[in-house]
């Protein structure tokens, strides 16, 4: 089992679906893990839709998908949801509110389209609490704060810390009623298909963006290698869940 299956599969527990249910995964990319909690739930009456800002993902989920009940949408996500007032009894978000700008707007709207006693499963990274093991700790520090803070094209806002503003976000807003878990995700090799080795990969990005040359980055890369084949090698960082109902407000 890789780690993301089964870190998506320790998410997925969290979740209930009752008879007939209407559940949305808001964020849902390529539609993996909607179709992961369709095979959960085998009710014939449940329907699960995914929702994504991204057109590309979405037709990607469409042609990936058999499952009746299981539709997609492309639509943007933000301070306003095209849905009609308790429309829905289950919401999953995942790795969504620090691309927001306006996340209490969000956390609204959630309330909105989320039915008294709905279920909310909302959860992030938190790219600050990533490490990886190594002899030059400036150096790494730097890497993982820089790749952290980039705010990359395709978001709209950037905020690294958004898996410990969980709690405030939505236990705060009073409109859920709930407790915050937490898992670490740890590789111990670096390679594919491992979570750390690809994150590792997207950190080139910061060569162009001046954070560190182009020297630098093969160093840090070198260095988890070699310490890979050693068996020395570890990565990790801290997914939190916000698991909650939504209350009679």
């Known amino acids: 089992m890789s780690d993301v299956t089964a870190h998506r599969d320790w ?18 990319g390529d539609g993996s893990d909607l179709r992961a909690l369709a095979e959960q739930f085998a009710d014939p009456d449940a329907r699960f839709l995914g929702v994504d800002a991204s057109e590309s993902k979405i ?9 009746g009940r ?7 996500i933000g301070e306003t949801l095209p849905f009609d007032d308790g429309a829905f009894d289950v919401a999953l978000t995942q790795e969504l509110l620090e691309c927001l700008p306006k996340v209490d707007a969000f956390v609204e709207e959630l309330g909105r389209v989320m039915g008294p006693g709905g279920l909310l499963v909302a959860s992030h990274y938190d790219w600050d609490t990533q490490v990886f093991s190594g002899s030059n700790r400036a150096l790494t520090r730097r890497m993982i704060q820089g790749w952290a803070d980039w705010e990359q094209s395709w978001m709209e806002h950037a905020d690294p810390w ?26 111990t090799v670096f390679a594919e298909p491992w979570h750390g080795f690809r994150l590792a990969q997207g950190f080139r990005g910061l060569v162009k963006r001046g954070v560190v040359s182009a020297g630098e980055y093969e160093t840090f890369v070198t260095e988890l290698r070699n310490l890979s084949e050693q068996g020395r090698y570890f ?10 109902r939504r209350t009679g407000r």
Do not use: K
């Open 70 to 76: 299981i539709t997609f949408r492309h639509d943007r």
């Open 11 to 28: 998410l997925l527990s969290y979740i209930s679906v009752p008879p007939g249910g209407a559940v949305v995964d808001l964020g849902s």
């Open 162 to 187: 958004m898996g410990r503003r969980l709690w405030g976000h939505l236990q705060g807003s009073r409109l859920f009623d709930g407790a915050v878990h937490v898992r670490a995700m740890t590789n």
């Open 59 to 67: 037709d990607s989920a469409r042609a990936a998908t058999s499952d």
């Open 235 to 244: 990565w990790s960082v801290n997914r939190y869940v916000y698991v909650g």
